[in-house]
């Protein structure tokens, strides 16, 4: 389909080129006023002005051009298409001209538009706040305008507010004048030539830091008032990735400022608008002496995530939404390169492989998609905000990378980023742009990895290498996986030197190095290794020479092996066991998810060979490590202590470690690292009182962190009567952002998972009304754990065939045939642990 076939569309008879927006809103009310001026150009001469207008109340259109003023006679909506269509007695000469529109709307409560937010200030009273999120196409809820990312213009905006409150938006303030009747004007300079989805704009009681000046752009974190103690890391992140990304592509940051702001209601993790980023609290506001590790690291990874959008996305942007998965995967990918410059001993690549594997999860399932298919409506994106668009997406960006050597590929992104300053672009002039710096095929080899679902097994057996497509099961029906790859191999030799790249297409390729081999060296490759008994033979007793990113492969590779009934329980612990004593969160990570969810499928009178099995392999790692820090251990230890602490004290069913884990709780004595594993093993063990501590110590949390880690750790709570709180407290009592993901969570417990799933379902029109649209596929994600009750899942299967989610419906086909795939891993795993 063409732009001008496309029926979402607007047509480019009349372009704009500058908004100046005049707002007044009402936080009582929830209402707002407003005003538009917009410069632009009439192609041609027409009688009708159409834009993308929804929800709001508009005045008439007048049009002000060579002189004379029209004004339009009346207006036509269209709510299938969002648009308004100005009609006019006249023609509209052709030339330059000024459109002015009069309008009001509501502050709604969907989190999407222009909203209201509250929170409860330190002391105790209740707050309201105004902000947007227009991505993808919301700004259209907030004021008329040209709602898509090809029309690019520039925005003044101008805010009249009570003038006790701050206002923030875009770009830097110009004028902030008292109006003297309790209100006052804020007035910002025009923003650069950009997308109306990246145009935002806040108001409420805010604080804000100094602004730290990095190299000329004044950085400030901006979050409701009370939380000032909690903006150290996100500054120093902001600082570090300004520079790092001013210097990767070679161009300075296109805003006036930068400012970063935290919100209290928040559907998305953060939004990338140009100098104005909004974000969760969590994913920007931390206590670094009371967070764990991996709350830093999320923090890090969100910043730097959107600072890269800064670049590529706001300077130069998707011509249509269909391109939007671009722009995510190459954020994610740069998200990561910064992080791995800012913290080198954090081992984020590696940490990244786990993010990869969930990727690799979905992707392995018949109900997978290609990362980019055709958009037609705004609305088909939603399906495009998952796993495949951020990290297959980012995952097959490093593969690239890799192939093509860093400083080729960053020259490219230079070149892209140079040649489409200010504009608009379709994928493949990334790839073109690659192609001219790198003279590789770079097209023909991504096209197989963007627009075929699924990835490769690449086997090496007989001193060759060759692929097949991987898939976790047998299809029943239409698949989506792809047939075969171009496939940038890496291989090593475990005796030394170099490591030989092959690009791997449909026949065989001679590996020549020294055996041992080993396959994807250094880790950077989206698809399963497996070698053949000669090579596994050879393999085995060197894992301890493998790097850390290729051993946290090998595990990964093992569990969907396992997962797929393609290798058995024995030869997975053998692999596990290779493992040895390295700090190495990431595979020892997988080994717990792996040995949770074999837990999960053994009826308890069959559990005790996999207890022994657990113990046999993570209590070496206990005993080495014990439950408190010793002096100069690795950043990373503390990590795998909480990994090895919450296997044994839950599937491993240690009571030394269970009854240590409540005094500490009941102390209320838990570092950041452990606090997540303690919770897990206290909630387990469903102590009368405690789910009521836990709601307690939600509602009273000192910081975003620790709100969010009782929160979540509520999913442990085996108890029917506490889960079933839960559950209902998603309806009227948690923020409506974590309302999805908590039911999610809560639906995954092995043992009450099933009863949330019914009451959850039993309301659904109320959660599909009330939660944010972009989260609702997590209501489903507790089903890939109903493994096993074959009947069960038909009533489940059943259930959201006949309920689809809109555009989010392959993620809950996705979530179906993973509860599939799941059911006859147990069946394997009954069988073999008797
Ligand atoms: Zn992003």
Redesign the pocket.
């Known amino acids: 389909m063409t732009p001008e076939s496309n029926p979402y569309r607007l047509d480019r008879r009349v372009v704009p080129s500058a908004y100046r927006l005049f707002l007044t809103p009402n936080l009582d009310t929830a209402t707002f006023e407003g005003r538009v001026e917009i410069d632009v150009e009439i192609v041609e001469p027409l009688r009708e002005l159409k834009l993308n207008a929804i929800e709001l109340t508009l005045g008439a259109a007048t049009v002000t051009v060579a002189g004379t003023g029209h004004r339009s006679h009346d207006i036509v909506l269209d709510e299938a298409y969002e648009t308004a269509t100005f009609l006019f007695d006249t023609d509209l000469p052709r030339g330059n001209a000024v459109v002015e529109i009069a309008f009001d709307g509501i502050l709604n409560d969907q989190l999407r538009g222009f909203y209201r937010s509250t929170f409860t200030d330190p002391s105790g009273v209740k707050q309201t706040i105004a902000t947007t999120q227009f991505e993808n196409t919301d700004a259209r809820r907030c004021f008329p305008c040209w709602d898509e990312p090809a029309f690019k213009a520039t925005y003044q905006v101008n805010l009249t507010v009570p003038s006790q409150l701050a206002a923030y938006s875009n770009a830097a303030l110009i004028s902030d004048t008292d109006l003297g009747n309790g209100q006052r004007t804020v007035s910002f300079a025009p923003t650069m030539k950009m997308s109306t989805y990246l145009v935002a704009f806040v108001v409420g009681p805010f604080e804000e830091t100094a602004a730290l000046d990095v190299d000329g752009v004044p950085l400030r974190i901006v979050y409701p008032v009370g939380n000032g103690h909690l903006t150290e890391l996100a500054l120093e992140c902001g600082a570090f990735a300004l520079r790092f990304f001013s210097n990767y592509f070679d161009i300075p940051y296109p805003g006036d400022k930068l400012d970063m702001v935290a919100i209290p209601d928040f559907a998305q ?4 608008n140009l100098g104005c980023i909004t974000y969760r609290m969590p994913d920007l506001l931390i206590d670094p002496s009371k967070a764990s590790l991996g709350e830093m690291k999320r923090v890090a990874k969100v910043v730097m ?2 600072i ?2 800064m670049w590529f ?1 706001d300077l130069v942007t998707m011509e249509w939404w269909q391109g939007i998965w671009l ?2 995967a190459f ?2 990918f740069m998200e990561v390169l910064c992080q791995d410059a800012f913290r080198p001993q954090w081992e984020v690549w590696v940490t990244f492989s786990a993010e990869r594997d969930l990727a690799l999860e979905i992707d392995g399932l018949h109900a997978t998609r290609p990362v980019e298919y055709t958009v037609v409506s705004p609305d088909d994106t939603r399906g495009m905000f998952d796993r495949l668009t ?1 990290e297959k997406g980012a995952a097959v960006l490093r593969m690239m990378e890799q192939y093509l050597g860093a400083d080729v590929y960053r020259d490219g992104i230079r070149h892209y980023l140079r040649k489409h300053s200010y504009a608009n672009t379709i994928t493949t002039d990334l790839w073109d742009a690659l192609e001219e710096v790198s003279r590789e095929p770079v097209r023909d080899v991504m096209n197989t990895w963007i627009l075929q679902g699924g990835y490769p097994m690449v086997t090496l057996e007989n001193g060759a290498i060759s692929q097949l497509p991987f898939a976790y099961g047998p299809t029943t029906g239409d698949s989506a996986i792809g047939t075969s790859w171009k496939i940038p191999v890496m291989t090593r030799s475990l005796k030394g030197g170099v490591s030989t790249t092959h690009l791997l297409g449909d026949s065989p390729v001679p590996v020549t190095n020294d055996p041992p081999v080993v396959l994807n060296a250094r880790g950077p490759g989206y698809y399963r290794s497996r070698y053949g008994v000669a090579e596994t033979a050879a393999l085995a007793d060197h894992m301890d020479e493998l790097d850390a990113l290729e051993r946290a492969t090998v595990v990964s590779d093992g569990w969907a092996f396992l997962f797929s009934s393609q290798i058995s329980a024995d030869q997975f612990f053998t692999v596990a066991r290779g493992l040895g004593v390295q700090d190495e969160p990431t595979p020892w990570g997988t080994l717990a998810i792996a040995v949770n969810f074999i837990d999960r499928a053994l009826p308890r009178e069959q559990s005790a060979g996999l207890v022994a099995v657990v113990r046999d392999i993570f209590e070496p790692q206990f005993d080495r490590l014990g439950w408190d820090p010793s002096p100069g251990e690795g950043e990373l230890t503390p990590q795998m202590r909480s990994i090895v602490l919450g296997t044994l004290g839950t599937t491993g069913n240690n009571a030394d470690i269970k009854a240590e884990a409540v005094r500490r709780f009941e102390a209320n004595d838990m570092p950041g690292d452990l606090a997540n594993s303690i919770l897990r093993i206290v909630a387990a063990q469903d102590r009368p009182g405690d789910y009521e501590t836990f709601i307690d110590r939600y509602t009273n949390a000192p910081s975003p962190q620790e709100e969010q880690r009782y929160q979540r750790a509520l999913m442990g709570f085996s108890e029917e009567r506490v889960a079933l709180d839960a559950a209902d407290r998603c309806f009227n009592f948690f923020r409506s952002q974590d309302a999805s993901i908590l039911i999610g969570l809560l639906s995954s417990n092995a043992t009450t998972g099933p009863a949330v799933w019914k009451v959850a379902t039993a309301r659904w029109d109320q959660a599909i009304t009330t939660f944010p649209t972009n989260t609702l596929s997590y209501l489903t994600h507790g089903v890939r754990t109903f493994i096993n009750d074959p009947a069960f899942a038909d009533v489940v299967e059943t259930f959201h065939r006949d309920h689809p989610l809109g555009g989010e419906q392959k993620a809950v086909q996705q979530n179906l045939e993973r509860m599939r795939v799941g059911l006859t891993f147990a069946a394997a795993m009954r069988a073999q642990l008797q």
């Open positions: 993790g953060a939004m990338e995530h959107e890269a959008h996305g722009n995510e954020a994610t951020y």
